[in-house]
Structure formats: structure tokens, C-alpha cells
């Protein structure tokens, strides 16, 4: 039931930095819900992947990618791919869309002009028709004062009062004037307008004729009024017929086809207002247009020929781009020359929502993994050019399988290495066995409360088992090494009764120890680190496992066992490890040497490399590095081991490595979270100001290779709208009254219709609850390969100018909360130190001052181990190892491991000092004896852990070999250095010496220090 897990994210603690990112992620449109993404780096290395073929061949992937079923089902709906290419192919498209439209723009002003002109012409038509009709008018008006005057001569004439000569004299003259006015109006005029005119004047004069006697006739007397006006109004509206008639019945024709030509004219109008409207429509649709379909950006580039690619190329990536062209540099190595035509590396985003659904029942964490091995292979399938894809999934698969990797290669050599030594110091199969066994049951039950306590697996958990089986052989040779001492001793003495002398003498310092180490080990609660905490609980359960499987089974089934082969004739005596004397015994035996000739000369030595360790241990970095646990490709030598403990291939680390120095990260993010009043002037002076400010930190920031750097805000946003939309542009230009591109009124306005135009986008950088702004974010992109120290430094000085006039703000994102983890984890390494120092402390000198009368033996058995603890550091500091998530345990593990062997060799002191006759038998037998049982087992634990530098993980590595070393001091403090502790403890505090004692010490002072037991 033990659950697997390699992220990073598990190592994150509950702080101020980690809320306001949840806070984040919570109220702000991140893009990030569910989603990750996938860098596919295409490199060509003696090529250009800027080149028509490289762009199509990328389009082409991309197209592989959504085709194929395991990868399409985590693809992001929106946009699940994009790059340089895509790019390309949608401003060469757009370009061809803008200049066909252009076209149409041109072609309709022509248009345009062409129905002005017509409509001019038509207007000078209609004058002169207008002319026409009024000459026509006058003429029949003419006519009318003419007839009139022949009228009144006629009656004149008649009434005597002009004679026959005059009357003819001015009648032939009148007749004449109306001839002439009569040629003079259809002197312009065809034959048939000819004729109608005069129609229209015979009648005019006919007409006028009556209307002069019907006066006449009233004026007479003989017509009344009443049939005057009656007669008079019907000729009146007959010259209107007539005047119609002699008029725009001359020209009705062209009157017609005036109207037929203003009518086509205004058909034409309207055809062209709505061509217009359409043609608006179009460039609106255009501006507004989502990016064409993959098949249609690579039919367009393969439509493209070579310079034409080339030429959009360099339009795209040019130093100033606007719109989509602008973000191309996103996708290109910061080295890119702006406007170069080549390049020798690219980058393609591929965006996956797993919380999409379609995963085949698969939790995310598997999916993902799944997804990004299927785009992997891929892509190396499907690409002629080099390609290197990173992302999350890959890089949990890669370390979970490093993971695996450094089990199968260094749980068969430490479990070799243990059953060499054990060979070495038992000479026994049946012991050999049994430890065996007692080792697996440890870690059976170790890892089986793991599954039901529900603790996952992770990357720390690696040594749990290295450390078991350690502890594990440590208490097995303590146990057997004890037995045979104890027979080989007392000749005759059973199995048993030698077991039960054994467990009666070296019990008590395995319980002792036992509490010692879970103490050790429990300090990691004090951790804000959950994996840290649960280390610390699994390994205490399982010390505490290897008491009762190694006091208690073990035992029990080495006296049944040999009991039976001894009542059939076997021999199941056996010398004890390190008591036979000869080189090892000589060895072993340095430290009482030393104590007795030169105890104080050894204190003083310790002191001075115990201060200069603790020197050392203030120089040591902390670090929380993620390729701490990438595992780099492996040593050739792996590749001649046994079939299943071959390793895999690594790439991801090399690849991060890469992105780190040449791309920007999409997942390499800070962010300032500005909480407050951010609708006001103020505010956005604050983010301009901070924007400008991190513009500058290229040590931190990523800065593109057009030198923008990537920097989002809500001004980054408004100008990034303001230059699409027409509407937003103007009322973000009428808020900016002083120009300088900052709104210094009427901002909430502003806000308010940045959410209208742009919803998603304004939600990404400003937070609206019930109306009201309360919070606003700007994201900065930081180097992948940037100090988390620096940019947690960079990012809080700029959040501190933010702050103030009624703004909070907080500098957060992964980089600053792994730092705040690097600093909690130092606090845990002097924390758990210090606790796990006063806490064995106590528990020695008051388990001590209960069994041996002498609480100052306790402190004095510790000792060794707080000196070996900052020998460990110091070396960490030598060998430039910093302390990460596992190095940092590595104070408690010490302290743990360490007190081990200092209580197993004080507990055989007090018990020899009460059974030798002199201090120095004392201790010699007790280094020899139980020296022996020690460094079998500093040899097991040492190549348990040791072996660990054989393993894929360098993180492991590291603690494989800090461990090793920590066991090693730890042996050499209990037998070189403890020995004269222990002999000055017994000379000013403990039991004194015996007359004998000090006889023999006076005795060998006068002799040059010669004489011996």
C-alpha cells in the first residue's frame, strides 16, 4: 500500500510566501489551473530551424502530437501548441488577409470615386435640364405678355381708338415678337421637344387670349364675380398643364432618364456603403481573428518560397514587434539576434490540462508522466533534428526511476557488502542467515506501517533502508559477539545461558541506544518539513523494530537453533570478533594505549578539531536545488552490471541545464501580490516603478533577446489591449492626461472596461471581488538557473517599495518558497541538533545516574558524539557538500547512529571495571571486545551507506558518503577518543582508582610510561 512520489512540491511548508501563492492561484486567472507545460527545444546545430523546411517540420509535430490518442486527451482545448513557427505561418496568413483586404479597401475607393464623379455629372445634367425648363418657362411667359398686348391692340382697334395703319403697324410687330421668342425657344430643341413646345405656346397664347376677354367681359358688366372667378380659375390651372407641358413636357425624357441615372446612382450608393461595412467587418474580424488552423498555417508556408519565408521571418522576430509577432521571442535562445533569419535552436510550448478528463481513469500524477514520455518518443520519431522535451511528467519519471535505479544497483551491493563483512566477523552461515533474516523482518514491518500510516515514498526515503539494515547487523553483532564472549569465557555454559548472560549485559545499552537513536531521529518533528517529519517517524519505528526483531526473535531463534545442531554433536562455539588478539586487537587497542599514557593530549587534540569543525559548520550553504535529484547520465561502468540492475538513460537534467542557460522557463516564476486599493493612480505609479525596477535585475530577471524583459502587470496588460482594441485604447488614452502611459484618473473606469474587452486577460493580473478591486499581481520571469537566495532578496526589496499609502505587498513564487524552505531547513539542522543533543542528554545522565550511580557518565558517554557532529559539518564544508533535504538530517542521523557506539563501549567499561582487578584491564578488554563487536559494525553500516555513492541520485550520493564518513567518526570518537574520557570521568568523578591502580600508575611514570598490564 506505500505510495510512490517525486515532487518537489511535497517540501513545501505552510508560510506567508506559500498562502499568498495559493491566494494566487485561487482569485487570479493564472493560466496554471490544472495545467503544465511541455518544452520541446528543436536544435540543429550545423542547420537553421528558422528555415521553411525546420518551420514546417515543427507545424508537423505539432500536428503528430494532437493526432496521437494518449497524448491528444492532456492537451489544453484552447491552445495546446504554439512556437515560433506558428507564429510565422499566422503573420504570413494574416499578411496575406491584410493585403487582400487592402486590395478591396482600394478597389472601393475607386469605387467611391468613380459614383462621386457620376454623381457630379449628374448634377450638371440636372442644372442644365433645370436651365432648359426655366428658358422654356420665360419663353411661354414671353408668349403671354406678347398675346396680351395683342389682346389689348385688337380691342383698342376695335373701339376706334387706333387707326388701320398703326393697328397693323404694331400688330405685324407683335406677331414678330413672337415669332421670335418662339424660335428662340426651340432653337436648342429636337423635333419632337420642337413640336411639343409649340403645342404648349399656341396653347399659352390660346389661353391667354380667353383669359383677356373673360376680363374684358367683367370689366363690361356682362360676367358676374362669381362666374369670373369660376371661369378665371379654370383657365389659371390650364396654363399650369400648359406651362407643365412647354416645360418638363418638352423634357420629360430627359428628365426620365436623369431620374433612372440618380436612381442607379443611389443603388450604387448603397452597394457601396454596404461593400464598406463589410469591408470593416472584415478588418474587424481580422484584428479579432483566433489563429488559423495547424493545417492551414503549414498549407501557407508551403505555398511560401524560400525568400518570402526569410522575409517573414525577420518581419516576426525584428526588434519592436506589436501584437502576436512581439511574443515570438519568447519561444527563441536569449542569444537570438533580433532580425537574423537563422537559428540554431528553438522552442515549442505544448500546454496540457489534466484535469480535462480522457486519462483512462489514470490519477494526473500518472497521466502526466504517460503523456510526456508519449510526446518524447514523439518527437524523437518524428523529427529529423535533435530535440530535447522537458517538462514535469518527464522529470518525475526520470527521478522515480532513479529512484529505482539506485535501489536495484545499491540494495543487492550493500546487502554483498553486509553478508562480506558478516563473513568476515562470524564465520558462521547460521548467523549469517539469521541476520539476513532479522534484516528482512525489520524492513517488512517497517514499511508495512508506512503503508497503513499512509506515508508516502519519496526521494528521502531511500536511505530508510540502507539505515535499517545498518542498525539492523549493528545490534545482531552486538547480540552474537556478546554470546560467543560470554561462552568462550565460561567453558560448559549453554546456549542459553550464555544468550540470556549476553542480553543481560549488552540489553540495557541496546535499549539504551535504541531510545537514543529514536530520539535522535524524532527531532525531525520539530521540522516544518512534512517529509522531514515523516522520515523521522518511519526511521524511529523502525530502530525501534530492530529491538525487538534483534533482541527479541533473533535470539530466540539462535538458542533453539543451536541448541538442537549442539544436542547432534555440532560445535557452536565460535571466537568473538576483534578478541584474538594479533594486528586487530593492537589496533582496537590504541585508544586505551592513549588513554592511559596520554589522556589529556587526546582531549586537547579533540577540542581543537571539534573547533575547527564548528567553524566550518557556520560556512556550510544551504541549498534546495530541484537537479539535486536529477540523476545525470550513467557511468559506463553500469552498463556491465547483472541485467536488472542496469540504469536507464537521464537526459532531464541536461536538458534543464540547457533550458536554464539559452530559454526562458515557463515554470520559472516570482510574483508580487499587491493587496489593497489598486484601482488608483497611486497604485499603478507603484507597479510602473516596480517594473522598471525589475527590468533592471538581469541577473535575476530573464531579459529576451529583443531586451524585453518578461514582465506582466495590469499596465502591461492595458497596453497590450490599448493596442488591439480601438475602444479600450481610447479610454485608457483619456485616463493617461500627462501621457507618460500611466492612467492618472478614472481608474477603476479603466479597470472596468479592461474586464469588458478583455476578461481573461484583466483577470490574470487584477482581482475583482463584488465589484471591487482588491488585489493586483505582477509576474516577473527569473532565470531557471538563478539563486533562490538572490531572487527572494530581488524580489522582497521590490515588493517593500510596492508597500505603503495603503498597499501590502508580498514577493512569492516557487523560487522564494523553496528559498524559505532552504532556511527552514537550516533552522531544522540546528533545531533538531539541539534538541536531539538536550534530549540525550538528559536521558543518558538520568539513565545513568539510575543504573551506575553517576549522572556525569551519561554526559560524558555523549560527549564523543556532539565532538564527531562537528567533524561531520566541517567535512561537509571541506568537500563544498551543502545541507539539502537529505544532507540536513544528517546532524540527528549522527547523534543518532554515533551514541550507539559510545553507550555500547561505556556500559562495558562500568561492567569490567567492577570484574578487573586495574582500570587499564578494564578498558582494554572493553575496547578489544566490544571494540570489535564496533567496528564490524561501523564496517556494515559504513558499506550500507557507502554504497549509496553508487547510486544514480546525486543527492544520494552525497548522503551516502557524509553518512559513511558520520559512522566512521562516530567509531573513531567511541574507541580513541571516549577511552580517555572515560578514564578522567573515573579518576575525578567516577569510582576512583584502586591502591593497585595507582601503584601501577606511579610505577609506569617512573619508568618513562613503559610499564603495561
Not at 982 to 1010: I, Q
Request: glycine share 8%; hydrophobic share 45%; no cysteine.
Amino acid at each position: 500500500m506505500v505510495e510512490q512520489s517525486s515532487s518537489l512540491d511535497q517540501f513545501q511548508s505552510d508560510s506567508t510566501a506559500a498562502q499568498k501563492l495559493d491566494y494566487i492561484e485561487s482569485n487570479f486567472d493564472t493560466g496554471q489551473q490544472n495545467t503544465t507545460t511541455v518544452q520541446v527545444i528543436v536544435r540543429d546545430r550545423n542547420g537553421n530551424v528558422l528555415s521553411k523546411g525546420g518551420l514546417v517540420e515543427t507545424l508537423e509535430l505539432q500536428q503528430a502530437l494532437r493526432a496521437n490518442g494518449t497524448i491528444r486527451a492532456s492537451l489544453a482545448n484552447d491552445t495546446p501548441t504554439t512556437g515560433v513557427a506558428n507564429i510565422v505561418a499566422t503573420v504570413a496568413i494574416r499578411q496575406e488577409q491584410a493585403a487582400e483586404l487592402r486590395q478591396s479597401g482600394a478597389e472601393l475607393q475607386q469605387r467611391r470615386q468613380s459614383l462621386n464623379e457620376s454623381r457630379a455629372e449628374l448634377q450638371r445634367q440636372s442644372r442644365e435640364l433645370n436651365l432648359t425648363a426655366a428658358r422654356l418657362s420665360d419663353a411661354l411667359n414671353q408668349t403671354r405678355g406678347l398675346q396680351a398686348r395683342y389682346d389689348r391692340l385688337n380691342a383698342s382697334y376695335q373701339q376706334g381708338q387706333v387707326n388701320n395703319s398703326s393697328y397693323r403697324q404694331r400688330s405685324a410687330q407683335i406677331e414678330t415678337e413672337l415669332q421670335q421668342v418662339r424660335a428662340a425657344a426651340i432653337a436648342s430643341l429636337n423635333e419632337n421637344q420642337s413640336t411639343t413646345f409649340v403645342r404648349a405656346y399656341e396653347q399659352v397664347r390660346g389661353l391667354q387670349f380667353r383669359l383677356d376677354r373673360l376680363n374684358a367681359s367683367y370689366q363690361r358688366g356682362e360676367v358676374d364675380q362669381s362666374t369670373y372667378r369660376e371661369r378665371a380659375t379654370e383657365i389659371r390651372s390650364q396654363f399650369e398643364q400648359v406651362y407643365r407641358l412647354g416645360t418638363r413636357g418638352v423634357l420629360a425624357s430627359q428628365y426620365q432618364q436623369l431620374q433612372q441615372q440618380g436612381q442607379q446612382l443611389r443603388e450604387r450608393g448603397q452597394q457601396l456603403r454596404g461593400d464598406a461595412e463589410a469591408l470593416q467587418a472584415q478588418r474587424q474580424q481580422l484584428q479579432n481573428a483566433s489563429a488559423p488552423s495547424l493545417e492551414d498555417q503549414i498549407e501557407q508556408l508551403r505555398s511560401m518560397n524560400r525568400s518570402e519565408v526569410e522575409s517573414t521571418v525577420e518581419t516576426v522576430l525584428s526588434e519592436g514587434g506589436e501584437g502576436v509577432a512581439s511574443q515570438a521571442f519568447a519561444f527563441m535562445p536569449t542569444s537570438y539576434e533580433p532580425g537574423s533569419t537563422e537559428a540554431n535552436a528553438t522552442m515549442l510550448v505544448v500546454f496540457q490540462d489534466l484535469g480535462s478528463g480522457g486519462m483512462g481513469g489514470m490519477s494526473s500524477s500518472d497521466a502526466l508522466v504517460e503523456t510526456q514520455i508519449a510526446i518524447q518518443d514523439l518527437a524523437h520519431q518524428s523529427m529529423d533534428r535533435e530535440v530535447m522535451v522537458f517538462g514535469a511528467g518527464i522529470i518525475s519519471q526520470e527521478t522515480e526511476q532513479s529512484m529505482t535505479d539506485s535501489i536495484a544497483i545499491v540494495g543487492p551491493l550493500a546487502l554483498l557488502f553486509v553478508v562480506l563483512t558478516l563473513l568476515v566477523a562470524y564465520r558462521d552461515l547460521l548467523d549469517i542467515a539469521l541476520g539476513v533474516f532479522g534484516i528482512g523482518a525489520v524492513l517488512v514491518w517497517t514499511f508495512g506501517f508506512m503503508g497503513w500510516a499512509d506515508i508516502t515514498f519519496n526521494q528521502i526515503f531511500i536511505a530508510v533502508p540502507v539505515l535499517l539494515i545498518g542498525l539492523s547487523i549493528d545490534y545482531a553483532i552486538h547480540v552474537f559477539m556478546r554470546h560467543r564472549e560470554e561462552r568462550e569465557e565460561h567453558d560448559g555454559e549453554s546456549v542459553r545461558e550464555g544468550m540470556s548472560v549476553a542480553l543481560a549485559s549488552v540489553g540495557v545499552a541496546l535499549v539504551w541506544v535504541t531510545a537514543t537513536t529514536v530520539i535522535g531521529f524524532l527531532s525531525n518533528l520539530v521540522s516544518p518539513l512534512p517529509p522531514i517529519q515523516d522520515f523521522g517517524i518511519v526511521s524511529s519505528v523502525g530502530i525501534a523494530a530492530a529491538l525487538v526483531v534483534f533482541g527479541g526473535l533473533i535470539p530466540a531463534l539462535k538458542v533453539e537453533i543451536d541448541g538442537f545442531l549442539e544436542s547432534r554433536g555440532w560445535d557452536r562455539k565460535k571466537r568473538a570478533f576483534g578478541t584474538s588478539g594479533g594486528v586487530l586487537g593492537s589496533v582496537l587497542s590504541v585508544g586505551a594505549v592513549a588513554a592511559r599514557r596520554a589522556p589529556y593530549v587526546v582531549l586537547a587534540v579533540t577540542l581543537v578539531l571539534s573547533a575547527g569543525g564548528a567553524y566550518g559548520a557556520t560556512q556550510v550553504d544551504t541549498t534546495f536545488d530541484q537537479t539535486d535529484f536529477l540523476a545525470e547520465d550513467p557511468p559506463a561502468w553500469t552498463e556491465r552490471l547483472p541485467g536488472p540492475m542496469v540504469p536507464g538513460d537521464y537526459s532531464a537534467k541536461a536538458n534543464l541545464e540547457f533550458v536554464n542557460q539559452n530559454f526562458l522557463r515557463q515554470d520559472s516564476q516570482a510574483q508580487i501580490l499587491v493587496e489593497g486599493d489598486v484601482a488608483t493612480p497611486q497604485a499603478l505609479r507603484k507597479l510602473e516603478a516596480a517594473t522598471e525596477t525589475a527590468a533592471q535585475k538581469e541577473d535575476v530577471v530573464v531579459v529576451l533577446s529583443n531586451g524585453e524583459p518578461q514582465i506582466r502587470s495590469p499596465l502591461s496588460v492595458m497596453e497590450s489591449v490599448a493596442a488591439q482594441n480601438e475602444t479600450f485604447n481610447a479610454t485608457f488614452t483619456a485616463a493617461d492626461t500627462d501621457g507618460d502611459g500611466v492612467p492618472d484618473r478614472n481608474v477603476e473606469r479603466v479597470y472596468d472596461e479592461l474586464f469588458e474587452v478583455a476578461p481573461q486577460e484583466a483577470a490574470g493580473v487584477v482581482n475583482r471581488e463584488d465589484d471591487e478591486y482588491a488585489a493586483a499581481r505582477m509576474v516577473v520571469s527569473v532565470k531557471g538557473g538563478a539563486s533562490s537566495s538572490t531572487v527572494t532578496e530581488e524580489m522582497r526589496s521590490i515588493a517593500d517599495g510596492i508597500a505603503g499609502d495603503g498597499l501590502d505587498a508580498t514577493a512569492t513564487g516557487q523560487p522564494i518558497v523553496f528559498e524559505i524552505v532552504q532556511d527552514q531547513l537550516l533552522d531544522t539542522v540546528i533545531e533538531s541538533l539541539l534538541i536531539t543533543l538536550a534530549a540525550t542528554f538528559a536521558f543518558l545522565m538520568l539513565a545513568y545516574r539510575l543504573a551506575h550511580g553517576s549522572a556525569t557518565l551519561g554526559a560524558i558517554t555523549l560527549l564523543p558524539v556532539a565532538f564527531s557532529v562537528s567533524w561531520i559539518l566541517g567535512t561537509m564544508y571541506l568537500l563544498g557538500m551543502p545541507f539539502n533535504v537529505l544532507t540536513g538530517m544528517i546532524t540527528s542521523l549522527t547523534v543518532g547512529l554515533g551514541v550507539a557506539y559510545s553507550i555500547h563501549l561505556s556500559e562495558r567499561y562500568t561492567m569490567e571495571l567492577g570484574r578487573r582487578d586495574t582500570i587499564w584491564a578494564a578498558m582494554r578488554e572493553s575496547v578489544t571486545g566490544t571494540g570489535g563487536a564496533l567496528l564490524g559494525s561501523a564496517a556494515t553500516t559504513v558499506g550500507g551507506f557507502g554504497v549509496l555513492a553508487f547510486a544514480i541520485l546525486p543527492a544520494l550520493q552525497q548522503f551516502g558518503i557524509i553518512t559513511g564518513l558520520t559512522i566512521i567518526y562516530a567509531f573513531l570518537a567511541s574507541v580513541l577518543v571516549l577511552p580517555s574520557m572515560l578514564v578522567l570521568w573515573t579518576r575525578y568523578l567516577g569510582p576512583g582508582e584502586t591502591g593497585e591502580a595507582a601503584t601501577e600508575r606511579g610505577a609506569a611514570v617512573a619508568n618513562g610510561g613503559a610499564t603495561e598490564d
